[in-house]
Every structure is written in C-alpha cells, then in structure tokens.
C-alpha cells in the first residue's frame, strides 16, 4: 500500500466533506475489496475516510410504499439473515450467501457490495494491459485467457465482469440506490448503477466521486413463493461466479404475471432483458417457455477463446434456475441439487 | 512510535488492554503479529483468499487481513492465543488433534477461529451447512474432512 492519511466520521455529510471531491480520498466500509485493490497498487489513495460509524446509514426501516430500506452500512451477512430479509425478499438473502465467505460476508457492507471492482485477473496484474485500470493501455483479457470474461454487452475496450451476487438479486428486485453528495440527494433505479464497459471501462457505475450510498430501497413485491438463485462456479464454495441466475416469478392461476430474470458473471454489470421477461408474461411456467427466453437473453451473445461455454451454460442455468424457482425448497446456495 | 502520521489506538486482545500508535496503513493482522507479538495468527495469501488469518472481533470472525489496526479502535478481539482456558484446551482444540484435523497447521488457527465464529452464529445445522460455512478457510495438507468431523463433534451431531 501507498502511504495515507486516515479519518473517521459519523455523519454522512462530514464523509462528503472529507471526500471533498477529490479522487485521492477514497471511502472505506468493510475494506474487504478497497484495502485488497490497494495492497496491490491498483487504488491510490492519499486519505481514507471510514464512514463505519455513521448510523443514520445502518438500519432497516420499513417503507410506506409497502418497500424495506437497507442501509448502506450493514453488512452483508446481517443483511442475508435478517428476518425481514429472509421472509420478504429470499432471493436477495440467497443471493448473498452464495457470494465470498462468511467471514468476508461479516465485513463487507451493502454499500461495498456495489462499489467493488472487477476480479479480472489482468485488472489485477499491474504488469499487463487493462483499460479499466490504465485507460488507453488496451485490453489483455480479449486475446489472454478469458475464462471468466464477459459474453453480453461487452465492448473492444474491456470484457470485465461484475463480480457481485447480492447486486444481481438486487437488479432483480428493481431496487432502487439513494445517493447524498455534495449537491443533494438523488436515486437512481438499480439498472442505471452500474455501467457497461463501451469507451470508459475505468468507469464502473454511474456515482460521482464525493457521492456516497446512504441507503438501498427494496420494492413492495418481493417474489417471495417463487424464487431461486442458483450460481455456477468452478468449486461449490468461494468462488465467484461463472455464470449466476436470480430468477423471481409471480405466478397466478399456472400462468406467469411477470418474470424477473437477472443474470450474474456474464457481463459488467447485472444482465436483464426486457423482452424475455416480456415474452414471459401470460405463459405457462414451462421448460420449452424458459428455453425459449433463455434464447432471446442470450441472442446476442459473444464467446471468446475460453469462455464461448458460458453461452450454452447460461442458457441451461436459466431453464434450471426458473423451474428451480417454481419450488424454492429444492435450491441451494451452490451448484446442487441437480433437477 | 508517536509520530504525526500515527493514530493512537486501543485494543482489547484476548482480554489484555493494548494503547498503541499505529500507522493507518498497516493491516489489523500485522498489527496482532508485529506490533503486540502475537505470532498464532498467519498471514497465508494477504489477501483474504485463504482464511489462515481469521480472528474473532466483537463476536464475529473477520479476516484480519483485509482490515486496517485503526479501523478496530476500542475493539475486543480473540485470537488463537486467547481460546485455552489456562492448560486447558478449547474443545475445538482438543478435538483437532483427537480427529487429526491438521497436518502442516498453517491453517489451524484460522480454521478454529473460524469454527468457533461459525458455532456462535448458529446457523449451520448439517454437515453440508458447516462445509459450506466453513469454505473460507482453505487447508492445502486436505485435512478438510478431519477438520468438519471435529467441527461436528464440538458441534454435538458428530457422526462417522
């Protein structure tokens, strides 16, 4: 690590004044991912401001609009077993468990969630290439060892992955991110957060530096009878994500009233299509409906040397994970149980 | 050493109170192995890959490495060194060696941190719960199996 100052606030606007605007201070929360990035020269910073103690930030509340409000704060693991978490939005705590380690889920927060970075192993090779940590150096995934890569909605720039699980529960859900920065306070609906590479890769979501979390919104309907989340990885534990699916259907008289379907480990941010959750609507919950939207999810899809596997094995996770999801007794956080 | 970059610091570690001056940089782990001397802690991978430096702070097990010594201010922290009662062994101690759970034990310290945090949570009701909970600690000698059968023993459902 570089040298840095450090301090500690407790009020989300002391943080924004730390901050100041300048990209030298960084934020930290849980640390799991900022003081890794900065072990190896990826992040600099020249102040690190801990906002742990700010407890307007740490609490669940319930919403008038029916919704939950989760702190920006909290850390994953309370947020994965919390009550309200588990009877109201299971997805979202399966979703959770299934990512990092218990210890590393007692650390990391909601907030932190969002904001970690890409595990491309070149973004973590300071000695190669890498557009999102060196802009302009160029992209050593697309000709290197892609295992890992992106399939959807990459560019020539960068085919990172977004290597969240609980963020592609919450893109699910159509959460919802409130943000406080120096020039007030705005929200930004789960799916304009995170950013595809195109021309910026260096630029993972659409927080402006000196803008904090505060808090994230959970919408009323919470799909809580059909759900499932189911992650492919190279170990059952541990590991992130090839491919993951979080799928919440509402299902009324055997036909679907709308389906949600997210995808994790295949693009650099949370992956959605609106017209396969369109196609859904008024169909029966079938195998040959899923294959059909796990078809148009992955029409436009783009293999590279390693990872063109990804394709054919997103599209048997989404088949899987939405029958999975018509009884959520038979998922499990990993790979099994085999349908 | 006091100096202008410093922050004074104080943590309880296994029930003995420490004021220091820590750099803001340094990690909670080399903080516990440099600073205090308390060596049962390993470092294996730094980067929170590993699970050999998990230690139990406030109650929870975390791992030490991906955290700063001045982020723990006013903090109560066990490591290995604090589990024993005197001469005696935590039972999970006792039951690594009775289920030779260990070879190298590089990762023994961690690996029974990390029990005794998952034990605490009390969330893993069977063997697969516990393998699961317990995949963030990684034991290269493959004492894995060893190692759940004493989880499971102390856990009080043991069952060859």
Known sequence: MNNFSYTKVSTTDQAIS???????????????????????????????????????????????????RIGALHTNADMAYDPIIEERYPLLSKAILAGASAQIRNMATNGGNLMQRTRCYYFYDITTPCNKRDPGSGCAAITGYNRIHAILGQSENCIAVFPSDMCVALAALNAAVNIKGPEGERVLAFAEFHRLSGDTPHIDNNLKHGEIITS????????????????????????????????????ENGIIK????????????????????DFLKAKEPTRINFSEAAAIILKDAKGYEHNSFKIELAKRAIVRNCLMALNPESQRPGAKPSL | MKTEATHSTSLIVNEAAYNLELLPWVSLLDVLRDEIKLTGTKKGCDHGQCGACTIIVDGKRILSCLTLGVMKNGSEITTIEGIANGEKLHPLQQAFIEHDAFQCGYCTPGQICSAIGMLNEAKAKTREDVQELMSGNLCRCGASKGIINAIMEVKGDYHE
């Open chain 1, 18 to 68: 730390q901050i100041d605007g300048d990209i030298r201070n960084k934020i930290v929360a849980g640390g799991t991912n900022l003081n890794d990035l900065l072990k190896y020269f990826i992040t600099k910073a020249d102040k690190l401001v801990d906002i742990n103690p700010i407890a307007e930030n740490n609490s669940i509340i319930r919403l008038e609009t029916g919704g939950v």
């Open chain 1, 216 to 251: 994230i919104d959970l919408p009323a309907k919470g799909f809580e009878k059909n759900y499932s989340y189911l992650k492919l990885r190279d170990r059952s534990s541990y590991s992130f994500a090839l491919v993951s699916v979080a799928t919440g259907l509402d299902i």
């Open chain 1, 258 to 277: 709308e389906a949600r379907i997210a995808l994790g480990g295949v693009a650099h941010k949370p992956w959605r299509s609106t017209e396969a959750e």
